[in-house]
């Protein structure tokens, strides 16, 4: 619906809503369903994912090549320990990177608005690391310029379940599960009593908990 909304949104949780019009998907009903998909916005996704609990989990590996393979893929952010990384694809068992932290002055545009785009370019060129060594911490990325790519993006995640020996990273569902639980379903009020709930309620410490190897 973000996407094809023609209300300007500052984000996600916060789309205005119009008195006076009816909207469908965000806009307004007597438009034609071509006129609609027209106003299709790109997309840039980012998923961020905890694949472990200090290293990454192998049953998660296979999963996070696929990503790599998707046409709407733009990488994984990830690194590991005092090292942040940016991922664009792997061979074998190594995921090839760039490293980001470039500081350079700020470009000014120049005549005619045009950006010289001759240091936006990396200094160096891509290094690998093996798969293993990757923090469990990352953010996939993936960019839809049409509703027919999020569309066939959303058929490849759903493949990705049926992977053989591998789990899936994240999965799509149509609404949010009733399970999931958020601070409006404990129906709390902002007294002291409360916050002390609240704050075991989202308490993430696992002193109760044994973690088993599998």
């Known amino acids: ?34 006129e609609r998909l027209s106003l299709w916005k790109p997309l840039v996704l980012l998923i961020p994912l905890r694949l472990g609990l200090t290293e990454i989990n192998e049953a ?24 942040a990384h940016y991922f664009i694809g792997y061979v074998g068992e190594e995921l090839i990177y760039l490293d980001p932290h470039t500081t350079q002055p700020a470009v000014e545009p120049g005549d005619g608005g045009c950006l010289p785009d001759d240091s936006f370019h990396c200094q160096h060129p891509p290094c690998r690391m093996s798969i293993a060594e990757l923090d469990p911490s990352i953010a996939v990325g993936f960019f839809c310029n049409t509703e027919a790519d999020f569309n066939d993006w959303c058929q490849q995640i759903k493949k990705l379940s049926l992977v053989r020996g591998a789990l899936p990273m994240f999965e799509l569902v149509e609404r949010q599960p009733s399970h999931f639980s958020n601070p409006d379903v404990l129906n709390l009020t902002p007294d002291s009593s409360d916050a002390d709930r609240l704050e075991r309620f989202f308490d993430s410490e696992d002193e109760d908990f044994e973690i088993l190897s599998l």
């Open 60 to 83: 998660y590996i296979e999963t996070l090549k696929h990503c790599f393979m998707m046409p709407q893929s733009l990488g994984v952010i990830g690194g590991k320990p005092n090292s």
């Open 1 to 34: 619906r973000l996407c094809q909304s023609n209300v300007p949104c500052a984000g996600a949780a916060a789309c205005p809503a119009l008195e006076s019009d009816v909207l469908y998907n965000g806009c307004p009903e007597e438009l034609g369903l071509r």
